[in-house]
């Protein structure tokens, strides 16, 4: 087994074991490269047919890309996708013109607090990496996040030997993260290896791409000459950016993503 | 493509575990710009100077107390190979924290604070390396600045570590004179410590051997899960250890079915039919037999026991105790079963080895226990030395991980039970 075999069978350990522990489950599909790959690694899991859901949280604030690129893959791939926004915030008003840090609580959050109650789910399966950001760095591969939806960083469970927390109580959700020990150029090296689709804002253009995807409104292209996945491996091995620099939410103030992600964002 | 290796950082509080982190990563360009800035912005706003610690204290709570809370992971690469920086937190009220990060570790760097020396928590993460298996270990003496490079000094402190480390069976590969605030010996000789002709930090990393070996070992699958694709039962597990393919001859314990495996499935891979330690796989059979998750799959020659009894050192991690005669839930690979507490044959102290208390009523918080147990059903288990995966578990309180065991002495006939079937 080469490293990339290592990764893709511990991942798929990680979901066969969410599935079997929870059944009540679904994958936050936010379209992006990471959530993609999460994607593909449970159709291997499940030999091609995923027995639950892929949630689209919509802020309805995307790239057109993104939409265009979930809705054909969705059908290609056999995908029971839901798509859900929180209206109310959206009939208000709520964007990316108002306070960033009230929009993402509201239209990405929010949506997905509701989505969770409305489907009942007992637990998600979710692409971060420990890579992106320090913060992501201290999660959990099973980490509870209790009624409020938040995300107790001082006190997690301890987590040994592939024994994860495999009970959830009362209205807790569990945060599953079969790609925790991914870096950037795993993924890619696996887009590559596996020949996964991603949406093409990634490849540069004029001298830009992106490195990360969310918002159309909140997230600026590096200056780049990648346009293959070659060449974007290439970058990566001497980039000194970070990858979510172009992310207006991770910057904003310091420890904002601590406060985002306490509060339960993803 | 080039390996990788997981290594945690290990011991006492304050002896300098994040600032090593931050200076290996800051020494070899491994940053970011943006981190590197972003650092600085952060500790001006603090008052302080360069705080290397917060490449890995990333919680507000850790920078402005500056201790670390939580595990964190990160990634860096030599030339050699890349690696995985574990940090563990030296506080002994985050010691799960600790367990957490080290139990995915292949190798460790022991740290010791030269101006402080060998303290409880040093002593602690050492033992709990043992307990995980880790035997491939580095000390770095850190802080020479504060005692003026002295030689005695570190020899001083070497014999003592060296010492304690051989209670527990450790033999470190290295033992290194460090300054991580000064980034002495860290990615190049030191002109400081003339005395030591030994190699620095980096080097030493590229030291460690990637473990494996996994695959030597005899079959064990966990059945971890069955599926029905199209007509087909197909058993999903894990290879734990050892191999198999297809026409192999297997036995599923503890309820000693017997059969053989008639294909390997794997998706958009027809041609599968052999498999090694790591691999996620499914199987299907040529006999249709009642399959189970926690069943394992082992072949016939080399079996694991199947016991309800068993005896395990224990690591406890929670602040309601484990007491005698309470039943418990246990977890080993994918089996789960409940257990009665028979014996706390002896309760010590995880910080300096010695018995407290022999025929306990209960184990504390941070202590460990020699602990025999009692499942309601069969479990399928193995000595930790021979079969690791089979030989560690969990013991599971108010549906929080609260313990971490491993079986020694299986073969002891005085808690072996039934023996293999």
């Known amino acids: ?266 | 493509m080039k390996e990788n290796l997981k290594i945690v950082i290990v011991g006492h509080i304050d002896h300098g575990k994040s600032t090593l982190i931050g200076r290996l990563f800051f020494d070899t360009g491994s940053l970011p710009e943006e981190k590197i800035n972003e650092i600085k912005q952060v500790c001006d706003s603090l008052g302080k100077e360069m705080e290397f610690a917060f490449v890995m204290d990333h919680l507000e709570e850790e920078r402005e107390q500056g201790i670390t809370i939580d595990t964190a992971q990160t990634f860096f690469s030599t030339e050699k190979r890349n690696y995985t920086i574990i940090d563990a937190p030296g506080h002994i009220e985050f010691t799960k924290n600790m367990i957490t990060g080290a139990s995915q570790a292949e190798a460790a760097i022991l740290l010791i604070d030269a101006e402080e020396g060998v303290k409880e928590q040093t002593r602690r993460h050492a033992y709990i390396l043992g307990l995980l298996g880790l035997k491939q270990v580095i000390v770095a003496i850190n802080k020479m600045d504060l005692v003026d490079y002295s030689k005695e000094r570190f020899n001083e402190i070497k014999k003592e570590i060296e010492e304690f480390l051989e209670e527990i069976n450790i033999v470190p590969s290295q033992v290194i004179p460090i300054s991580a605030k000064e980034g002495e010996c860290i990615v190049r000789k030191s002109p400081k410590i003339k005395w030591y002709g030994g190699i620095n930090i980096l080097e030493a990393l590229d030291t460690f051997k990637i473990k494996g070996g996994a695959e030597m070992q005899s079959l064990r699958l966990p059945v971890q899960d069955i599926y029905k694709i199209k007509d087909k039962r197909v058993v999903v597990g894990r290879v734990e250890s050892g191999t198999l393919e297809v026409g192999n001859q297997i036995v599923f314990l503890p309820n000693n079915f017997k059969t053989t495996i008639k294909s390997v499935e794997v998706f958009m891979n027809e041609n599968k039919n052999k498999a090694v330690a790591g691999e996620s796989i499914g199987l299907t059979f040529n006999n249709q037999l009642f399959f189970d998750r926690g069943q394992i799959i082992c072949i016939e020659k080399a079996m694991p026991k199947v016991t309800k009894k068993f005896k395990g050192n224990l690591f406890w991690m929670s602040n309601t105790s484990l007491k005698k005669g309470e039943a418990v839930k246990m977890k080993c690979a994918t089996q789960e079963s409940s257990c009665i507490v028979k014996e706390i044959s002896k309760r010590m102290d995880s910080s300096t080895l010695q018995v407290v208390e022999t025929n306990a009523d209960e184990l504390k918080n941070r202590e460990v226990g020699e602990v025999v147990f009692e499942s309601d059903k069969e479990l399928v288990l193995d000595d930790f030395n021979k079969v690791p995966a089979l030989g560690r578990f969990v013991i599971e309180k108010n549906l929080d991980t609260a313990g971490g065991g491993i079986i020694v002495n299986l073969d002891d006939d005085a808690f072996g039970g039934s023996g293999a079937v």
């Open chain 1, 1 to 266: 087994m080469d490293y990339l075999d290592e990764l893709e069978s511990r991942s798929i350990y990680l979901i066969r074991e969410a599935y079997k522990q929870f059944k009540d489950i679904a994958i936050l599909w936010s379209i992006g490269k990471d959530s993609t790959v999460l994607l593909w690694l449970c159709k291997k899991a499940f030999f091609g047919k995923l027995p639950f859901p892929a949630l689209h949280i919509d802020t309805s604030y995307k790239f057109p890309e993104i939409y265009e690129f979930r809705d054909k893959w969705a059908e290609k791939w056999g995908i029971n996708l839901l798509v859900e926004r929180n209206k109310d915030a959206l009939e208000k008003g709520m964007g990316p013109h108002k306070d960033k840090l009230e929009c993402c609580g509201q239209l990405k959050t929010e949506a997905l607090k509701k989505a969770i109650g409305k489907h009942n789910f007992k637990a998600l399966l979710l692409g971060i990496r420990r890579d992106e950001h320090g913060i992501r760095s201290k999660e959990r591969f099973f980490s509870p996040r209790n009624r409020e939806f938040q995300w107790d960083y001082k006190d997690q469970p301890p987590e040994l030997w592939d024994q994860f927390k495999n009970k959830q109580e009362g209205e807790q959700h569990i945060r599953v993260h079969p790609l925790l020990d991914w870096t950037e150029q795993d993924v890619w090296r696996y887009i590559q290896r596996e020949n996964i689709p991603v949406i093409c804002l990634y490849f540069a253009k004029v001298g830009k791409r992106f490195r990360s995807i969310g918002c159309k409104t909140c997230c600026n292209p590096v200056d780049s000459k990648a346009d293959t996945i070659a060449k974007i491996i290439e970058e990566l091995k001497t980039t000194k950016v970070a990858e979510r620099s172009g992310r207006a939410q991770d910057k904003e103030r310091a420890y904002i993503m601590q406060k985002l992600r306490s509060l339960g964002y993803m």
